[in-house]
């Protein structure tokens, strides 16, 4: 082996360059740190990539979710279907603000939530009890856009909203029944979606996320939400004391992103593009590499554009080779821990067995480097040792 890594490769990282400390140096250097107009810049700019007409941005993806569910109105009693294949925050959402989660299987082959088994589930719900499922908060795992239409189509049907977690999926895609091209995130099927903005997802602001919509009145009750609740729109104040004035018409968060998060948003956009080509280059290599090995990976989807924020493998000794690859300074992670079996949602009831298939791959799951500056270097020893761990085992 001729490479052999300084340090570790961990399953996905942030590339920032010298535009960005420049652009994050401007920012510190102006008058406004926070609430200043590289905000509104970010937000117009984000927008636009994602396809959607209205972004929000937020102090984190957590807080984007928190504040979708507020916008959409959760309470208690009312109950919301998720995933287990997903991360926690995705369905805590739902408690902030009392509702039930409930969660359902994923597919076996494309990881995401199996809309068959949702269907069967509200189908097989009596029907005024059905009345309490009020929405369902679909994630785009690894970078796999879910077949938004379908949801949509279940979603009337049922009279449910849906809340996209496209987290994974900036810049994903798939090509509907009618030929048009839909956009993770961009609003023209779900009601709401959101981004985070952590340094492993695809653009990175050290924290920050992002909640797009196509609905006015949802974009700006989010808007007040991140803000305490609090609004200075001469259209609704009740009273109007002067230039100072302003009121808060509901329990709102301080939820806001700042104006140098904003900056390295902005500059890291710029790049977007060129990092979603270079991760599907990087997925190619390890298709080939693994075709015909024991390392399984599921097969493309027609017609659906991944965006592989996480490049998933399913193996047998998968404990083990996580440890081998830790030797070797890869470190590879496990997406996700099916979070029906986190001890605080144990307490509500589920358990083991609950979810066959998302706890038989998490068996299995291992996710691999992946991300835009991971070299070829890199991935080949990756590859490499991935491959030479299934040798050993053999051979013993
Ligand atoms: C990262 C992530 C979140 C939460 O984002 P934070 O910015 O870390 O709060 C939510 N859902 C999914 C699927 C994520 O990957």
Redesign the pocket.
């Known amino acids: 082996m001729k490479f052999t890594p300084t340090k570790p490769i961990s399953y996905g990282r942030q590339t920032i360059t010298d535009s960005d400390i420049a652009a994050v140096t401007d920012v510190l250097q102006s008058d406004y740190l926070t609430q200043g107009p590289k905000i509104a810049e970010f937000e117009t700019a984000f927008a636009g990539y994602i396809g959607a007409k209205y972004a929000s941005v937020v ?7 928190h504040l979708c569910a507020m916008a959409l109105d959760v309470k208690p009693g009312d109950k919301v279907i998720t995933t287990p294949i ?5 369905a805590n959402c739902v408690r902030y603000c009392g509702g039930e989660v409930v969660f359902s299987d994923i597919d076996e082959t494309t990881y995401l939530l199996d809309i068959h088994k949702v269907r069967a589930l509200l189908e097989s719900t009596p029907k005024a009890e059905r009345s309490s499922y009020k929405g369902v908060v679909p ?3 690894a970078g796999l856009p879910v077949d938004m239409q379908a949801w949509r189509e279940l979603a009337d049907e049922f009279g449910l909203w849906i809340l996209e ?4 999926a900036p810049g994903a895609s798939f090509i509907d029944k009618h030929g048009m091209e839909r956009r993770a995130g961009d609003g023209s099927l779900a009601d709401l979606a ?5 340094p ?2 695809h653009i990175a602001t050290a ?3 992002a909640v797009t919509t196509n609905r006015q009145d949802y974009y700006e009750r989010v808007c007040r939400l991140r803000t305490h609740g609090i609004t200075r729109d001469p259209a609704i104040l009740q009273e109007n004391h002067g230039g100072w004035y302003y009121e808060m018409h509901e329990l709102g968060y301080n939820y806001r992103l700042t104006d140098v998060q904003a900056a390295l948003g902005l500059e890291q956009l710029k790049r977007a593009d060129a990092g979603l080509r270079r991760r599907r280059v990087i997925a190619d290599r390890y298709r080939t590499a693994f075709a015909g090995t024991q390392v399984i990976v599921r097969p493309l989807l027609e017609g659906f554009h991944h965006a592989y ?1 996480l490049f998933v493998i399913e193996v047998e000794k998968r404990r083990e080779l996580y440890d081998f690859l830790r030797e070797r300074k890869i470190y590879a992670q496990v ?2 821990i099916p979070v029906h079996l986190q001890p605080y949602y144990r307490q509500f009831g589920w358990k083991h067995g609950d979810m066959p298939i998302a706890e038989g791959y998490y068996e299995r799951c291992l996710s691999l480097p992946m991300y835009p500056a991971l070299t070829d270097d890199e991935q080949e020893y990756v590859i490499a040792q991935v491959l030479s761990f299934f040798d050993k085992s053999n051979v013993t």
């Open positions: 102090s984190n993806g957590a807080a984007a979710l997903t991360f926690t925050a995705s994630v785009d795992f977690d496209a987290c994974h959101i981004f985070s903005f952590h492993v997802k924290e920050g996320g924020h997406h996700y």
